[in-house]
């Protein structure tokens, strides 16, 4: 076996819980195999954990080593961070006063903005401005950069977590030790030089500001590598879900759009779209890379034309495919197929937004008969995997028949990132365990000190079809998991798996309420079954 290290240093067992690392397997000679090897990697890395620098840099370093083997996926809070450049400019790079909104001269240096367009009609209450307001106080950068994070990129606690990130990172200098001993600041209070370690508002902002450099950044160079979408042999990888688009009756039907590309006219007919999945897939990551460099051609040009920058307006104010910001010109579209929403306030065509889930459970529409899962079978599809929208402490599998019961589609939602929210729960005319969440402890992460789950593909060499998918992993009550061969068809487990279970009462032990949910079965546990029911951003 090729182990790899995750981190520069040792972890800590304390700061780094689980017994498991990253492993590529060789074959059966002992000979490096790694070319049939893969890890995907779907997207989200930064604002909840606590820790964006650190393990985006171990990511890099992963790929940096193992180019052909380590994958990437782009996520909305990936995208989203292309806009740091176009609202904050190229301010704080080299300037550490207090006050990062002028040049030398007095000149202003944040590019100007009125707002955010999906705020647009919002009563956003607390930003530094006037409350009724969607128009952020520039004061300064750091007063522009918090409310972004805030209120525009729905992470609260993001510029805090750098903060602390920051001061870890100068302990650790300090100490000449591995950033992964250093937990807290307050861990290592006993250090006299601790007492000296600040890191100012300004400080935040150029970290973020370095690091999403469009020609420097860490996150920059993520972006580089990865894809909107991505396909090995019968599995195809998105961060989101295969978009809907409304057709002349207004039902929504499945179909492989690039709404980027401008329609010849108004008739449903002659919207841009592709005709295969594989098509789709080539022109949509085609898409992202030129975007992506667009984004840091602008970058250059607003080094050499910052005043000119300064006034042209930003992206986040109007929004839409074709913006007409010098950076909506050059990087806008990409933004834009990173949101929820268009500026009509309908749905965006994204796989990176759109979600196989709805108020906590899987959409209805995955199951009808209107031929969407069967085209996807007929290119070869066996297996998506997706992330975006938190489904408890372990992937959820859906089975979804195609062409009677001949064929099988499977989708595994696999964000486990709020884990440690899961609750547990007894269902009545059940014999339920007492199993409880051990919560998210004192992890910061919401994945808590426990929770980790890892799909396992196998593709047979000789037909290229899944021929093993595994899931397993650690759940928040601390029981350790391990699913059968879903793609085995003569298991009898397999033919409930990733199906409703049915309407069943149970008791919310936080609230002490009864209440009905439609469980779905998850997997096994030991001699148990594992069912799940979600509603809105809640898990049982």
């Known amino acids: ?24 397997i060789d074959d059966d000679d002992g000979r490096s195999n790694l070319g049939n090897s893969m890890l995907v990697y779907g997207g989200d890395i930064w604002d909840k954990g606590g820790s964006d620098l650190y393990v985006l840099r171990q990511l890099l370093s992963l790929h940096r080593r193992y180019p052909n083997q380590v994958h990437f996926l782009m996520g909305n809070r990936d995208i989203n961070k292309m806009r ?44 530094p401005a006037d409350p009724d307001s969607n128009v952020p106080s520039d004061s300064s950068a750091a007063e522009r950069l918090k409310w972004m994070l805030q209120r525009t990129m729905g992470s609260a606690d993001a510029f805090e977590l ?25 861990d290592v209070h006993d250090n006299s030089k601790v007492a000296t370690v600040t890191v100012t508002d300004i400080e935040v902002a150029q970290s973020y500001i370095r690091s999403c450099s469009p020609v420097s950044g860490i996150m920059s160079n993520y972006l580089t590598h990865a894809k909107l979408a991505m396909r090995f042999g019968p599995v195809l990888f998105l961060h989101g879900a295969l978009p809907k688009v409304p057709n002349k009756a207004g039902d929504e039907t499945q179909d492989f759009p690039t709404p980027w590309i401008h329609p010849e006219n108004d008739d449903d007919s002659t919207k841009a779209g592709c005709n295969s999945l594989t098509d789709w897939i080539g022109v949509l990551n085609d898409f992202a890379s030129n975007q992506v460099k667009g984004w840091k051609a602008y970058h250059g040009h607003h080094l050499e034309n910052s005043s000119q920058a300064s006034s042209s307006g930003v992206w986040a104010t109007d929004g839409g495919y074709f913006n007409n910001t010098r950076g909506g010109k050059m990087f806008g579209a990409l933004l834009q197929y990173g949101m929820g929403t268009l500026p009509d306030r309908t749905k965006t065509q994204s796989c990176v937004y759109n979600s196989v889930m709805h108020d906590g459970l899987p959409r209805d529409d995955l ?10 079978t007929r290119e070869g599809i066996q297996l998506i995997l997706s992330g975006h929208q938190p489904v408890g402490d372990a992937p959820w599998p859906i089975q979804i028949p195609t062409n009677g019961e001949d064929i099988k589609l499977w989708i595994i939602p696999c964000d486990t990132s709020f884990a440690g929210d899961t609750r547990w729960t007894s269902l009545e005319g059940f014999d339920s365990s007492e199993s409880a969440s051990l919560g998210r402890g004192s992890i910061i992460s919401g994945r808590g000190e426990v929770a980790v789950s890892e799909p396992l593909i196998q593709l047979c060499p000789t037909t290229n079809t899944a021929e093993l998918v595994k899931i397993h992993g650690c759940l928040s009550d601390g029981s350790y ?9 003569d ?3 397999n033919l409930v798996l990733g199906r409703k279970l049915g309407h069943v009462e149970f008791k919310d032990k936080d ?5 009905e949910g439609m469980f779905w079965m998850k997997g096994k546990v030991g001699g148990d079954h594992l069912v799940s029911f979600g509603e809105g951003f809640n898990v049982w």
């Not at 076996?1 to 590529?24: A, C, I, R, S, T």
């Not at 450049?85 to 009125?114: F, M, Q």
């Not at 870890?168 to 300090?174: N, S, W, Y």
């Open 84 to 127: 740091i450049v176009d609202e904050l400019g190229i301010i704080c790079e080299n300037n550490d006063s207090d006050d990062a909104t002028s040049t030398a001269d007095g000149e202003t240096t944040l590019p100007h903005r009125e707002g955010a367009y999906w705020l647009r009609g919002t009563v956003c209450s607390g930003l």
């Open 511 to 515: 609230s002490g309420d009864t209440k």
């Open 162 to 186: 750098r903060r602390n990130e920051l001061k870890r990172e100068r302990i650790a200098i300090m100490n000449e030790t591995s950033v992964s001993h250093v937990h807290q600041p307050d």
């Open 367 to 376: 199951f009808s008969d209107d031929g969407c899962m069967e085209k996807l």
């Open 491 to 493: 298991d009898e487990e």
């Open 481 to 489: 998991y391990e699913t059968g061969n879903i793609m085995d068809v």
């Open 1 to 24: 076996v090729n182990k790899l290290n995750w981190n520069l240093g040792e972890w800590d067992e304390d700061y780094f819980p689980y017994d498991k690392e990253v492993v590529f």
